[in-house]
């Protein structure tokens, strides 16, 4: 018998598979299209890792699926290279970046094929060539003439290492994301002139369209927090001494007679006015301290600390001076940086009151705590009090009479706040796309001519940040210097590079058309393949999604695309752990190389099924070093039964059972595929196949139409996780043909259902076997049948004690 050696055939198939273009999708097919994809990935020098080969075998097997069915399924290919990732690298290898992504990305190519990863290498990408980053400038350009890019100052994080700023998901425990050794820097805030791009336009647009997005429901949920709605008004409270004003956003003004104290963020721009000399030492420590904090920490902090500024603010409905506080659970980016203190109705400010012994005023009836939630749950059931002409009234009938009363004495205005901030889009690298400005004394910031695109990057050999706020680029004197394209006058190009996030925002995009010098992409063939049939990832769930959606928007306004979501179905994958649930980590030496596991001798078709039937595609995996073993064996199992047909004498008649073992299996692999229920798929595939086995042991192989048709089903089912192995065995069922195109079983209905059905036998609890019975037969029938079959007869030692029937299913005998 032909043995199942991954070793000499998945190099075999590989190489036919490229020369063959088995892959190259035809962008103007009259198929029904399928993309599937997984999230860009950024080359580095340690190559591909187990969390790459889950990611990218997911979208594969998808894809492999759908063009096995007939579709014409893109697997596109390409590379995030621009970023700090790869500078870093660079750096430390003492090449630059353009010199390492030239040795980095061919290296990538053979371990992608290597995992046996259906791509379409004729539509590759990377973001650092410039025929594509002349497209990320192009979108600067046209967000800035169409009034969404823009420059201002604000305070962000600095790394001093990377000499970059940081987003506030980029700083964990007060460090860089990228440098969190107990050695490293503590991150710190700096006032940085930055371009944004107005994301907050699309704000209420992209929250609508949210629901509707057929995404892992944890996803939907990270961007409508990230948006952050709330309707509610911004109230003026004026500094009792002092022509200075402090304006707060509240969704709570109904409540605002029961107002206490007033807290402004710690960076706020009055603290330095509001603060009196008799307080200024400990506001000034206080702040210093809160900017060694994120803003994610300052919110999950538990225990509320604060500090009095000792200005007071006056109540504009009550007239009431309250205390002003800077405390770091404000937060100066998000509202107006200042919150009114009503601790009556709301249980963080009644912590702070509790903590410091600040007034509480209740404004309901009951005259206790009840919170502002509960509130606006229940307008009609609770009763105003202590707010002058509104006491009595329910706050369904209150709140919009506050509201008008705030109004109409000049310090209210009914507003929709976000927490969606304008995206900053500028970093201070030099490995990126460097933003298309010029700066003229005389004609202020100009942008770069369309024909000009690109603005090519030069290559430098000294490209590391000298720490004065500038990247490198401001030292490439002969590239910095230019004519200001209006008046021609003496102009210096922006220094500053496009954050990466611009370049993987639409790169879906320019894989449907890569080579184009004219635009983009092509509208007519975007609309025809876009959105994405299906994309999954395990990381940047929130940041990199809400960005493509943003851009995509825009292209659909500027009248580029049809459709303005970008990804119709989005999967937030589970990554895998080490066997104890740690992440793997070069420091800990507990990592995996999935390479290792193909050369060790499983191949990658055994790796794959594993990591796709490890667990549901949602849960993170722990590693089983036993799991490609395992998943070798069946494999295998496929192989030799597959070769076993084969080499039997069959004839012509009909075998209906063997159609009943497949024809179920078709069915629920196919269902499993297309809910992107991997693990149970598999299961279905091993249990089909052990069908097989059972039945073959029974009673031989003779059908050659119904066995040939159970042997193809089950070769074409195991494609999408072991494509390597299935391709051979196609071949040696006799088919000139590869299995990758338009080869997929399809289940009959009569089938699905059987005269026999599969009962198996315990003996004291324990599995001895299984028998096949008429699906009428009785109980005593079965029962019979079960302790006269040879193998459970040798542990029925004397006269069962008990024995169990449950219908369908099992006779279990105590003895």
């Known amino acids: 018998m032909k043995r199942y050696s991954p070793k000499d055939i998945e190099s075999k198939w590989q190489k036919y598979w490229d020369d063959n273009q ?47 069915q007939g579709f014409e399924s893109y697997h596109p290919v390409g590379w995030d290279a621009f970023g700090l990732p790869a500078e870093n690298y660079a750096i430390k290898a003492g090449v630059s970046p353009q010199e390492s992504m030239a040795k980095i990305i061919p290296d990538y190519h053979k371990q992608y094929k290597a995992m046996g990863w259906s791509n379409d290498w004729s539509k590759e990408i990377a973001t650092h060539e410039p025929k594509y980053y002349k497209w990320s400038q192009w979108i600067f350009t046209q967000m800035h003439k169409h009034g969404l890019a823009y420059q201002d100052s604000r305070m962000q994080w600095w790394c001093e290492k990377d000499n970059t700023v940081l987003a506030n998901e980029q700083v964990i425990d007060g460090k860089c994301w990228r440098h969190d050794g107990p050695e490293d820097p503590l991150v710190e805030k700096k006032e940085i002139k930055q371009w944004f791009f107005k994301i907050t336009d699309y704000a209420d647009e992209l929250l609508e369209a949210t629901d509707a997005l057929d995404w892992t429901p944890s996803v939907k949920l990270a961007q409508k927090n990230w948006i952050g709605r709330s309707e509610g008004a911004e109230v003026t409270y004026k500094v009792q001494d002092s022509e200075h004003s402090i304006t707060v956003f509240t969704t709570a003004y109904d409540t605002m007679y029961g107002t206490t104290f007033l807290v402004v963020a710690p960076e706020h721009e009055l603290v330095p006015f509001l603060t009196d000399p008799e307080h200024l030492a400990e506001v000034e420590a206080y702040q210093k301290a809160t900017f060694l904090k994120s803003e994610l920490e300052r919110q999950a902090e538990k225990e509320k600390t604060g500090v009095f500024t000792g200005a007071y ?19 100066v980016g998000y509202g107006t940086g200042a919150v009114m203190g009503v601790p009556g109705e709301d249980e963080r400010d009644y912590e702070f009151a509790q903590k410091f012994g600040l007034d509480i005023i209740y404004t309901t009836k009951q005259q206790e705590f009840v919170s ?20 009595g009234m329910t706050f369904l009938e209150g709140r919009p009479k506050i509201l008008a009363k705030l109004v109409s004495v000049g310090a209210g205005v009914a507003k929709v706040n976000y927490r969606l901030r304008d995206w900053s889009v500028g970093r201070q690298r030099y490995w990126g796309a460097p933003i298309p400005i010029i700066n003229c004394e005389k004609c202020g910031q100009v942008l770069v001519p369309e024909e000009d695109l690109p603005v090519v990057l030069p290559e430098l050999k000294d490209f590391q940040p000298n720490g004065d706020g500038r990247s490198a680029l401001a030292r490439a004197t002969e590239w910095l210097k230019v004519p200001c394209p209006q008046c021609g006058g003496e102009g210096e190009r922006e220094t500053d590079t496009l954050d990466t996030y611009i370049c993987s925002s639409w790169y879906m995009l320019r894989y449907l058309d890569p080579d184009n010098d004219q635009a983009p992409f092509g509208s007519e063939v975007a609309n025809k393949w876009m959105p994405v049939d299906f994309y999954n990832g395990a990381d940047h769930a929130t940041a990199h999604m809400i960005y493509a959606r943003f851009v995509t928007r825009f292209f659909h306004k500027i009248g580029l695309l049809e459709n303005p979501e970008p990804f119709k179905k989005f999967l937030y994958n589970g990554k895998v752990t080490a066997a104890n649930g740690e992440m793997f980590s070069k420091s800990k030496g507990n990592g995996v190389d999935p390479l290792e596991i193909i050369a060790q001798g499983y191949g990658a078709d055994a790796l794959r099924t594993y990591l796709m039937f490890a667990a549901p595609l949602d849960l993170w995996v722990k590693w089983d070093p036993q799991g490609v073993p395992g998943t070798f064996r069946f494999i295998n199992r496929v192989w030799n039964i597959t070769q076993d047909f084969l080499e039997a004498k069959t004839t012509d008649e009909n075998d209906e059972k063997v159609l009943q073992a497949i024809h179920p299996a078709i069915k629920k692999v196919t269902e499993d595929l297309e809910t992107q229920k991997y693990n149970t798929a598999i299961a279905t595939l091993m249990k089909a196949t052990n069908d097989l086995y059972e039945y073959k042991a029974k009673t031989g192989i003779k059908s050659e139409k119904d066995w040939r048709f159970a042997a193809e089903s089950l070769v074409m089912m195991m494609g999408p996780f072991a494509p390597h192995a299935a391709e051979e065995l196609w071949h040696d069922l006799g088919h000139t043909d590869t299995l990758q195109r338009d080869h997929w079983p399809v289940y009959e209905e009569k089938y699905l259902t059987s005269n026999t059905m599969t009962i198996a036998i315990q003996v004291n609890g324990k599995l001895r076997g299984t ?16 302790s006269s079959d040879e193998k459970v007869k040798t542990y029925l030692v004397s006269e069962p004690k008990k024995t169990i029937y449950v219908p369908g299913k099992l006779v279990s005998f105590v003895v």
């Open 313 to 331: 603010a006056i109540n504009p409905l009550s007239g009431r001076p309250v205390p002003v506080w800077i405390a770091d659970y404000v937060l």
């Open 22 to 68: 088995t892959y190259k999708a035809d962008l103007n097919s009259s198929k029904p299209k399928y993309i599937g994809m997984s999230m860009f990935n950024y080359p580095s020098g340690a190559g591909i890792h187990i969390g790459h080969a889950m990611n990218y075998t997911i979208s594969d097997v998808m894809a492999r699926f759908k063009r096995q």
């Open 372 to 391: 502002d939630t509960d509130i606006k749950a229940n307008p009609e059931k609770y009763i105003i009090a202590n707010s002058e002409e509104f006491d």
């Open 771 to 786: 028998i096949s019975v008429a699906s009428d037969a009785s109980k005593e029938d079965i029962i019979a049948a079960a």
